[in-house]
């Protein structure tokens, strides 16, 4: 039934597509192979490593007419094996990625709304996960305004429940959120950028010294990103705090980051970067909530490609502090980049003392990680990218995360990206008599 629904759907996009001022089909085929040993957590001797093949699979259709713009991504993500060899079924099935349509009500202003991906400067907030292989994307109604050519102005909307009700029915929190409101503004100044984001999310739960009445609580984000290039050096920093409440618990939290790097010529660049995500200490008896939560972040892309810290892990801990570097070579179709990183909390971590049986403070220091990302183009719409990452951890982090620090702490990847661009229209400019 899929494969038919599937097939109507092409055959009558096509159709459209005739009429159409613009219409775009394209494809996606990402498989994946990872070899897991100390991924995300330390690795227990105990345990054998992990060895699998995952795999996104994705048809895109794009219709562009005046001022109408639509946009489908239909996405299909499963491991090699998870259904029988003579499955009738797939185990995932096929999801919207995407589906959402975007209308200009001016030059200058445009409404956006259902289903899709929100992604905003170096994606530490608002960004796809494009790692994962089914990625984020949000249900969403944007307002966007396009000043002038150097400036921009979004507002967004999201409100979500499980199902039509007739009644206030709890939401099961399936998206992380019961709202959220946003305004983001970005401008550019000569060598200078500047954004600036202001974000209320809500999140629902029941109160139980109210009776047990369900309410939403809502957090809000504030903070600005600047930018600097010319010629050869650029640079970024970046600041945000989180103040509300979540669950009638107060929040507080400071984030900061800042990155200068050169490029040296065509082929190389590097760049030294910190970063500081606050945390609560473990002795710490207040209630508040201290550690910082980068919400809709691509959080692959930040604090090791190993994925110890907020990718699904490390919320409400001790914070973080990232000190890294970044060196980028670049020739023809081939590109490597190693990133070394030195973290440590962003408060205090203890332990028990074996011969006193008092707290004990621990140094800060978690540990070094070392990632390298080789890549290569085969051509226009394929590429094979070859990953591998070491964690060095300490006695911190195995306090921390559990498993043996001085295990082999290590994970290797190989991934092959097919991005076919299957059909494309765009009828032709009628001409004008004069």
Do not use: C
């Not at 429940?161 to 983001?184: I, M, R, T």
């Not at 809500?202 to 809000?220: A, C, H, I, P, T």
């Not at 502090?321 to 203890?350: C, E, M, R, W």
């Not at 195995?398 to 994970?411: R, T």
């Amino acid at each position: 039934m899929k494969k038919i629904l599937l097939s109507i759907a092409v055959a009558t996009l096509g159709v459209v597509a005739v009429s159409a001022q613009q219409f775009d089909l394209s494809g996606e085929f990402r498989p994946r192979f990872e070899n897991r040993h100390g991924y995300k957590t330390l690795h227990s001797p105990t345990d054998d490593g992990a060895n699998f093949v995952s795999q996104r699979t994705r048809l895109n259709f794009g219709y562009k007419h005046e001022k109408l713009q639509v946009y489908v991504a239909m996405q299909n993500v499963k491991n090699w094996g998870d259904v029988s060899t003579l499955a009738t079924s797939d185990k995932n099935g096929i999801a919207l990625h995407q589906a959402w349509a975007q209308y200009s009500l001016t030059k200058k202003v445009s409404l956006k709304m259902g289903r899709q991906e929100i992604v905003y400067d170096d994606s530490r907030i608002f960004g796809n996960v494009g790692w994962a292989q089914q990625a984020r994307s949000h249900d969403a109604f944007l307002v966007k305004h396009q000043i002038n050519k150097n400036n921009r102005f979004d507002v967004g909307f999201a409100l979500n429940s499980d199902k039509e009700e007739l009644n206030d029915v709890a939401y099961s929190g399936a998206a992380g959120y019961k709202d959220f409101q946003y305004a983001w503004y970005h401008g550019k100044f000569s060598d200078f950028g500047l954004s600036v984001l202001a974000l209320n999310t809500g999140v629902e739960f029941n109160n139980l010294v109210q009776g047990n009445d369900r309410e939403v609580d809502y957090m809000q984000t504030l903070g600005a990103r600047l930018t600097y290039k010319k010629n050869n050096l650029f640079a970024n920093a970046a600041s945000y705090t989180q103040m509300g409440k979540i669950a009638e618990t107060k929040v507080s939290a400071l984030y900061y980051a800042a990155n200068v790097g050169y490029k040296i010529n065509d082929k190389f660049s590097a760049a030294l970067g910190y970063e500081f995500l606050s945390g609560k200490d473990q002795n710490d008896t207040d209630a508040d909530i201290k550690s910082f939560a980068p919400l809709f972040g691509t959080n692959h892309k930040f604090n090791g490609w190993m994925d110890y810290f907020y990718v699904g892990n490390h919320g409400g801990s001790v914070g973080l502090q990232d000190i890294n570097a970044t060196f980028v070579y670049k020739s023809g179709k081939f590109s490597a980049k190693l990133v070394p990183h030195l973290f440590a909390a962003g408060a205090d971590v203890y332990t028990t003392n074996l011969i006193t049986g008092l707290p004990e403070k621990m140094d800060a220091t978690l540990g070094t990680e070392i990632d390298l990302n080789l890549g290569y183009k085969l051509s226009k719409e394929a590429a094979v990218n070859v990953g591998f990452s070491k964690m060095f951890a300490t006695d911190t982090m195995e306090n921390l995360k559990g498993g043996d620090k001085d295990a082999n702490n290590s994970w290797a990847w190989v991934m092959f990206t097919f991005k076919p661009k299957l059909f494309s229209y765009k009828a032709p400019t009628p001409e004008v008599t004069k």
